[in-house]
């Protein structure tokens, strides 16, 4: 049935706010969309531009917002004149706003980019006095409906993989996928829909467009074929896994940086003028305005010979990579390896070999080779920018921010200079901030910055959240307009900049960061005191740590121990099995760096979603249900003894623990346990403490059997959520139900912690859960005894449980038993907010 599509010709909005206000009245008008959804519209304009291209912009809500649609439709307001589309001149001329309820509109959005390649059928749209003729174009298929040509095709070899990253596919997974198809000699492809691109192509895989949910197919030809389609699955999924999290721990640490902006209050400061964005980067700073643009880069068409531009060429492009490799070294030996992601991702695309083509070509054709590099790499960052993914759009930046780089170098420009003129409080204003130039800031000369566009999710941001700086983005071209050197408050909770703030809104502003000081210096205090309730219950904090290097980290963030090393990492980052030397060196590591605190060492979990090549696994038709974890071990002594072996001896060094993954029957405990008795005998090694992980419902239906044969229990919350519910957490269609909060997960933790308790045995979760607020609460309130995290939740973790009596989590724990949903026990986190906003403001 085709979607609905209200038309309105002949409109003429003052501006791009106007246009979307009075489309997205035409779908509440309709009865699409409730009247707030209008404010949603505007809200992903602050985002991204919305802007096709050909005349076209496709207004869309946030996603968080889906709950505001009440059908799926599309409302088309037509602008003969034109209306301009931000900042960059382009004029709309057909402004369709969507409604989506479900991924019905994806149809119509891609007969739309379809129509927009007949620019004699656009013209007539735009002018047309007959709403029916829009209509047919969007709903009649037709011509439009024919697949884009591809230049590529799939190989014989393949299989097919979801994506789930929450944001799609950007540059720097994209590159980390490039990197892997890269170490391979078979040709490896990648479909999604019509289109097949190089999987060794950053560029190409940014051009895909491909969102959440989207159904890719990897497809290989050559020698190596399969292990290449093996290692690319593999990083794709395990990608997935660390992008949730991430967008997780984004969310959570926004929602205690809004519980620190509690401390504000409706606090609303007098000032001359007040810009009002999207809160990037908390915190509140008082400063002085800078305009912070960068200079333009002057390219004349300078030729002297092909060999000569050639050099030129290949030069520059080697200095670039080798400041982007520096700096990404830098950032990934200070811990900041989302950071170092973002550098090796501008790394990949300047070795796009379309955009070098291309390049080779003007310099072949008689131009500079600087000339010839600017117009390849517009031509590129105007493609990436036409997607129509919003968030995929906005990756054009990094491009940018890349080439110009080279750019750089090419012209003999000296190494720029941040910030040598600036004031030592400087705010800094620009449109955008490129990632390098954000690297570059000097957090003691700089307070904090605003910018006119931008997202949340940019790389830009999430340097700025990595320097501690607060930042608010997407605040309007007219932030361009303050003059430098006028005092400023920026308020990075609230997404607010005030300019010339009255006398008393500064004294009122020093008050509050005072405020804001004490309550983060009092939590960075206690970080290291135990998560205690005010009635005197604890709770063990520890940390999900993987190498020696990182435990030192972990402890000064308040960990105190590691509840799980995942040794996994020694297979998956070499292309050949760590020997029992090298895997002893690196847990006897482990044990010295935790200086006799507590570690729990998980053993090879392969399988499932986790592909190593050089293991020669099995294709498996549903490798969930298939051999992985301790299934694995079991078939595989090569595997499992050298293992043990080096466990064993590690643990000579100081107290280990072992922990086995995807235990399902009591007898996998006895086999493990014979075999393991085996080795100890053999190198005379001191016992060890032994636990299972509980991934599966079996396993927490038997936890009473299980008990009477380990020490501990530790629960993955990620896969016993997947086989509870029976979801594929990489299903396009279904991921979204895999909700560790759901009833039934909750159930079966509370079954597991009984079988426990009646043989002594504690219980710790390592699952995702555990490092989310009303998670961490729940948990404890079920009697979890100990909860192991990523390093960035342990702070906020712990003061969250010294604020609430158990007997209050208990109390919590046990209303989401007797719910029927994940939304509703969801809706149970509201209280806790309460009661710490309660807190803040006192």
Known sequence: MPIPVEVRLGAAPHNREDAVRAAGALLAQAGHALPAYVDSLLQREKLANTFLGQGVAIPHGMIEDRHLVQSTGLAVLQVPAGVRWGDDAKQAHLVVAIAAASDEHIAVLRRLTRLMRDEALMQRLISTHDPEDIVR????????????????????????????????????????????????????????DQVVVDAKNVAALLSLGAGRGATLRLSAQGPDAEEALRALRAIVVRLGEEEARQAQLASFRQSQAQGLGQVLGDWQPAARQTFTGIAASPGLVIGTLVQAAGAVLQVEDHFRSAPLEAEALEQALQAAMAELEAWSTQARGQGQSEQAGIFSA??????????????????????????????ALGERVAAQRALPDATLAARAADLQDAGDRVLHHLLGLPSEAVGGAWPADAILLADDLSPSFTAQIDPARVRGFCTASGGPTAHTAILARALGLPAVVAGGPDLLKADSGTPAILDGYRGR??????ATALIEAQERIEGLARRQAEEARNRLLPATTPDGHTVEIAANVNRADQVARALEAGAEGVGLMRTEFLFLERDTVPDEEAQYLALRAMVEALGGRPLVVRTLDIGGDKQVPHLQLPVEDNPFLGVRGARLALRRDDLLLPQLRALYRAARHGPLQIMFPMISTVEEVLELRRRMAQVREELDAPEVPIGIMIEVPSAALLADRLAAHVDFFSIGTNDLTQYTLAVDRQHPELAAMADSLHPAVLRLVERTVAGARRHGRWVGV?????????????????????????????????????????????????????????????????????????????
């Not at 291309?358 to 008689?366: C, D, E, K, L, P």
């Not at 607020?773 to 712990?798: R, T, Y």
């Not at 609430?804 to 989401?816: D, G, K, T, W």
Request: charge should be negative; include cysteine.
């Open 137 to 192: 174009a969007l709903t009649t298929d037709g011509e439009a409906d024919a697949p884009a040509p591809s230049t590529l095709q799939d190989f014989a070899l393949g299989r097919e993989v979801a994506l789930s990253y929450p944001n799609g596919l950007h540059a720097r997974p994209a590159g980390q996928w490039a990197q892997t198809a890269q170490r391979f000699v078979a040709q490896v492809h990648v479909r999604y």
């Open 346 to 375: 501008h790394a990949g695309l300047l070795r796009d070999p379309r955009l070098l083509q291309a390049v080779s070509r003007g310099i072949v054709q008689g131009h500079g080779a600087a000339w010839a590099w600017r117009q």
């Open 497 to 502: 900049l005030y300019v010339a703030p009255s």
């Open 766 to 842: 390592c699952g995702g859960l555990a490092g989310e607020p009303l998670g961490a609460a729940l948990l404890v309130g079920l009697g979890v005894d100990e909860l192991s995290m990523s390093v960035g939740d342990l702070g906020p973790i712990k003061a969250l449980l010294r604020r609430h009596r158990l007997s209050e989590l208990q109390a919590l724990a046990q209303r989401a038993l007797d719910l029927d949903s994940a939304d509703e026990v969801r809706a149970l986190g509201a209280a806790l907010r309460s009661a710490d906003s309660t807190e803040a403001q006192a």
